[in-house]
């Protein structure tokens, strides 16, 4: 039995420069942090030939090829692993939250289906494999910020060329900066989930047709991106939770399907009770927000949030990054 895990993230400021239309032509530079809620996968040998998936719903198939969900299939293509597989999946939080759970999906079983066949594998061979079931056999229009977050960890700057290769740089911040910014970010669940091809496709779109305001826009964010480097190694976290609301003013203007009313209330809800920024996680359109609320207002915050009934997520940041958590092979 092998019992593998993968961190969730948070992009902290330049996200969306990643993506290919974007980073293929200007390149593309970000700050991700993982955190310390997983999606895990087991695998473990199976004594009959037949495969059995267990997920949201479970399949049992003589073959690869009769796999129904596409990321299981394309990585046992990719390993080569044929029959006598057992593979199950559990998440700490839900699918379309705007952390990026399912490349941390693609990472962790790619990682355990690594071990299962004996391999040690790097962060980067992880996430370079990650990245070519998810954009290049899949077709899924994302970038490559969740696949390198989820195989290294930490809280780390990601610099995408436009040949398409990712320089890796961890962030040089000090414990009790990081300590002070896992305090100040209230990270709270709009209780909308929405996948995020709906929004970056049309995102993409627009990138590929280089529309003048969405293009600047990106350069804005992805300036906003080094601005956050430079505040987490100084420490001046309050200039981040201004900049949270400059990174949001941009990013709501890139597609139609980025905000709604109900989401809206929710920022100016929080922000009137005293949070100095915020912005929708991930591609947008639901899942989670993020704000910053210095500790004098945090409590103001919180209760004007859960008055509209929404729930928020405790966390730590992860410093591991993919891991293979338990490894029982037997002969």
């Known amino acids: 039995m092998i019992v593998s895990r993968a961190p969730v993230r948070f992009s902290l400021g330049g996200g969306g420069t990643d993506l290919p239309a974007y980073s293929g032509r200007f390149g593309g530079y970000l700050v991700s942090a993982a955190i310390d809620k997983y999606i895990y996968v087991t695998a473990n040998k199976r ?25 299981f299939r394309e990585a046992l293509r990719m390993l080569g692993i044929e029959h006598s597989i057992e593979l199950t999946s559990v998440a700490d939080l839900p699918a379309n939250s705007g952390l990026g759970s399912s490349s941390s999906f693609t990472v962790a079983l790619l990682n355990a289906l690594h071990a299962y066949k004996r391999d040690f594998v790097s962060s980067e061979q992880l996430a370079r494999e990650a990245c070519s079931i998810e954009i290049e056999r899949l077709g899924e229009p994302i970038g490559k910020q969740d696949q390198y977050i989820a195989a ?15 320089h890796v740089e961890p962030v040089p911040v000090r414990d009790e900066v990081l300590d002070e910014l896992e305090s100040n970010l209230l990270i709270v669940w709009s209780g909308v989930e929405r996948p995020a091809r709906i929004v970056l496709s049309e995102q993409g779109r627009r990138l590929q047709d280089l529309e003048p305001e969405v293009v600047e826009r990106m350069h ?53 009770a005293g949070a100095l920024g915020g912005k929708l996680m991930g591609a947008g359109g639901g899942g989670f927000f993020m704000f910053y609320v210095r500790p004098a207002e945090r409590r103001r915050v919180l209760e004007a949030l859960a008055a509209k009934g929404l729930r928020v997520l405790r966390f730590r940041f992860d410093l591991d990054g993919a891991r293979i958590v338990a490894n029982l092979h037997r002969s």
């Open 152 to 166: 290294y960890g930490n809280v780390t700057a990601f610099t995408f060329s436009p040949d398409g290769s990712v």
């Open 220 to 272: 804005r964010i992805k300036e906003i991106g080094r601005d956050v480097h430079r505040i987490l190694v100084t420490g001046r976290l309050d200039d981040y939770g201004e900049l949270l609301h400059a990174h949001w003013t941009q990013k709501r203007k890139l597609a139609s399907k980025m905000t709604d009313e109900v989401l809206d209330e929710i920022y100016e809800i929080a922000r009137g």
């Open 47 to 71: 004594f009959h030939r037949d495969i059995r998936l267990a997920y949201s719903k479970t399949e049992i198939v003589p073959s690869v090829d009769a796999i129904e969900h596409p990321i």
